[in-house]
């Protein structure tokens, strides 16, 4: 609170001044019918000034704070004036109403938070539906890989069984080919010697051959 003071400026006029002058004067703009935010330092200085001879040297950043103190304290005023000339009755039925007022609010927020729950509790079996579906999805991927290592296992096997059969039928068909080539040559050989025994002149040095050899024994007897 500023300090109540005389004390006369040189000029016989208040050097300062107090809350209750500005109380008086803030009581008397809104007497006028100015709100409290029309209100400002300026005007108040004016009023002190002409209400209450107060020196126009005052500092307004100072005033300001104060008006504002004031127009609270104003406020309070008025409002524990209103509550008090309100009838008894009046508080038990705000209560009541408030009460009301407060269960109608929860059960407003208990129904929201009840289709809340609900939504997540739905969102959360489909994302469990999911989840079972692709663990049953891996699971058949998983078996179906298994699966494809088998039979890729049984077809390499098979695969080895086939190149050692084709091995083997290659060195076969390696001999089959020798042995043909080798009776083939001896059928040549066969044909030639009967195309020569064709020949007359090579039979007749066969038959001259063979009664040389029968007829020897009997050169040697006598």
């Known amino acids: 609170m500023v300090e109540n003071t005389t004390r006369k ?42 209400y209450f001879d107060v020196s126009p040297g005052i500092n307004e950043q100072s005033l300001h704070a104060h008006v504002l103190q004031v127009l609270a304290d104003i406020s309070g005023e008025q409002e524990r004036s209103i509550l008090a000339a309100l009838p008894k009755s009046v508080d038990p039925a705000v209560d009541e109403m408030l009460a009301e007022l407060k269960r109608h609010l929860l059960l407003l927020v208990g129904q929201e938070n009840a289709v809340c729950q609900h939504e997540a509790t739905r969102e959360v079996e489909v994302l469990r539906l999911d989840k079972r579906n692709a663990n049953w999805r891996i699971s058949e ?8 290592v088998a039979r890729n296992s049984e077809l390499q096997a098979k695969f080895d069984a086939l190149q050692a059969d084709l091995a083997t039928a290659g060195q076969t068909q390696m001999k089959l080919e020798t042995e ?35 007829s020897a024994p009997d050169a040697e007897v006598s």
């Open 9 to 50: 400026s040189r000029g016989g006029r208040p050097a300062q001044y107090n809350l209750e002058q500005i109380h008086t004067v803030l009581v008397a703009l809104l007497a006028d019918g100015l709100l409290p935010e029309e209100i400002d330092a300026k005007l108040v200085k004016s009023k002190l000034c002409s």
């Open 141 to 148: 991927l998983e078996t179906k890989v298994t699966d494809l």
């Open 180 to 214: 043909l080539s080798r009776r083939t040559q001896s059928v040549t050989m066969i044909d030639q010697f009967l195309n020569e025994l064709r020949e007359p002149g090579f039979r007749d040095a066969i038959l001259k051959t063979i009664r040389e050899i029968t």
